[in-house]
Every structure is written in C-alpha cells, then in structure tokens.
C-alpha cells in the first residue's frame, strides 16, 4: 500500500465518527425528576431502533419504575401504575455480546434491555444499573449470553439515584415494587441541532 492510500484510509477512518453524526438521545420525564439518555445505535444497532420505536410511538408514557432494587437496577417501561401490564411488540435479538465487544458493560449508569430467561425475548422494557452489574449481567453471564447495553444517563443520574432510594413493596404477586409509583410522564427523542454556519 502506498504512503499516500494509507493516508488517505486513515483520515477516512478518523472523519467515520464525525460522518456517523451525534448519537440519540432520549429524556425520560418522571413524577420525580428527569433524566437523559444516550444511546449506541453503532454497538447495538436493532436494541436502540427497537427503543427509539416505543419512545417515538409514546409507549412509556404512564408506564412505572415496577422493580426498584437498590443494590442492583430499577426497572420501566412495561406496566402501568395500576400494575396493568402494556401489550409490547415483537422481541428483539439479543445484542449483549456485540454491544460488550464494542465497550458496553453492566456498569452504574447505562441502559440495558430487561429480559426472560430466554435470550431474545427483549421488548419494551429497559433498566438502569445503579451499581457495577459486569459480573452479573456481562456476557457470557450465568446463562451464557448476559444483557444488553445500549446506552447510558449522560444527566439527571441523581434522579436515578431518588427512583433507587424509594422504599418498596410487595404489590400483585411482585416483589420490589415502589411504595409512591414513580410515573414516566413522557419520553421523547432529542433530535440533535444542525451545526450553525459562521458568518
């Protein structure tokens, strides 16, 4: 390869971040505070379309925080204050493994898609983990494939922290369930600004 095609790969190679444009992000408004995400559509690809999909069609609106463990996660996304469960979509695949090769791990701040036992039964529901989860959650996990990141809180992690620290019941056959619900009031997706011309 000559010096100049080499040149040439490394300053294409150096712009593909820049060409990729700034990555989505989502506020979640709730009865306690808000708080924003930032997603990683090049780590987990279907993960972010498939949550970008329940924001933008107002899915989460009114759905609750229902699994707050304070040493572990707080869990949204699926039911309502009523403790009705809302009919989600289709699964989505399970990216834990790609996601992690990229650099997402189950740390204290980002965002992953909760799950059954099986590993592609991913739909609505997300959580947050509220301490380090890379033993855990990480691939390959107790069960061979782990849970997936796809984003993390770039701001209002204190909101996150006032969800952990509510105290908890036991509430229609659920255990870990908030005492006052923590509401999501709305989720929206924050289309990223056009870069200004200087004049």
């Known amino acids: 390869m000559s010096s100049i095609l080499r040149l040439a790969l490394t300053l294409l190679l150096a712009a593909l971040p820049a060409l990729a444009g700034p990555k989505p992000r989502v506020v979640i408004k709730t009865t306690v505070g808000s708080f924003t995400l930032e997603l990683e559509p090049e780590a987990a690809p279907k993960t972010v379309e498939n949550f970008l999909g329940y924001v933008n069609k107002g899915f989460y609106k009114g759905t609750i ?51 059954t036992w099986i590993p592609d039964s991913a739909k609505g529901q997300f959580f947050i983990n509220v301490v380090d989860n890379r033993a855990r ?29 509510g105290k908890t019941t036991t509430r229609d056959g659920m255990r870990d369930v908030p005492v006052k619900p923590v509401v999501i009031v709305d989720a929206t997706e924050v289309k990223a600004k056009a870069p200004q011309k200087k004049k």
């Open 65 to 115: 925080f229902h699994r707050v463990m304070k040493d572990f996660m707080v869990q949204g996304g699926g039911f309502t204050a009523d403790m009705h469960e809302k009919q989600a979509g289709a699964s989505v695949v399970n990216e834990a493994k790609q996601a992690l090769a990229k650099g997402l791990k189950n740390t204290r701040g980002t965002l992953a898609m909760a799950r």
């Open 137 to 165: 959650l990480d691939p390959p996990a107790p069960d061979g494939y782990g849970y997936c990141v796809f984003g993390r809180v770039v701001a209002g992690m204190d909101v996150v922290d006032k969800i952990r620290n």
